[in-house]
């Protein structure tokens, strides 16, 4: 059958799908892995990432559910959800890439200063830090947090800033997000374009009298 045909639309279509389910994986992956070094709280646009990652899990099983089917509905729904997606996956994308080191340390001082006590010495023993950032803008806090800052290597006088080692793996982390969100989110439009081909072909093995 040529690659126009019904099967392997429908192929295609699954196969698209496949790669969509592992895409989201792969962005909850990575964006849990940022987490894990208290980044949620103090970049939002990770948390975003994870929320765009999980829609795009449901929406390939959906697309995959209404491909193996035929399911009309299911493809209606699959057509018009994806383009929302692309909009705000692109601009998450986008922004994870043209965020610098400056506005990084705008994100996590303000964050910074609104967590509680607790919170700020939980991640500073896990990271093995004291303080968010030495700088003369917040230098009183700094002095603040490192009297209270319960961490080992205080005791030996060789510790790191939380917001050094924070700004690192952040830096790391949005590239990452960034590059993977913003090739797939391109292919979003390809599974589109797909989606409105199939649902409008005649799947042969259907009764010819039937209106769908």
């Given amino acids: 059958m040529v690659c126009g045909g019904f099967t392997c639309s429908k192929n295609a279509l699954c196969s698209l799908n496949v790669v ?22 103090s970049i939002h646009i990770i948390g975003g990432v994870i929320a765009v990652g999980v829609f795009l899990l449901l929406i390939s099983i959906v697309g995959l559910i209404g491909a193996m089917h035929h399911h009309q ?29 400056a506005q990084q340390e705008t994100l996590l001082n303000s964050a910074w200063g609104i967590l509680e006590n607790k ?3 939980d991640l500073e023993s896990q990271l093995n830090c004291c303080g968010l950032l030495n700088g003369t803008s917040s230098q009183t806090q700094f002095e603040l947090d490192l009297q209270n800052c319960p961490a080992v290597c205080k005791a030996a006088g060789n510790c790191f800033t939380c917001g050094l080692k924070m700004l690192n793996h952040a830096t790391e982390a949005l590239k990452i997000l ?22 409008n072909q005649k799947d042969p093995r259907a009764n010819p009298s039937a209106f769908l």
Avoid: D, H
């Fill in 20 to 41: 969509y389910m592992l895409v989201g994986l792969l962005l909850i992956g990575v964006a849990a892995w940022g987490k894990g070094f208290g980044l949620v709280s």
């Fill in 73 to 101: 509905v299911m493809l209606f729904f699959y057509m018009v959800i994806p383009v929302s997606v692309f909009l705000f996956q692109f601009g998450v994308s986008c922004s994870c890439l043209a965020m610098n080191r």
């Fill in 119 to 121: 919170t700020k010495t």
């Fill in 178 to 199: 960034g590059g993977v969100g913003l090739f797939f989110s391109f292919t979003e439009i390809l599974g589109v374009w797909l989606a409105v081909r199939y649902r």
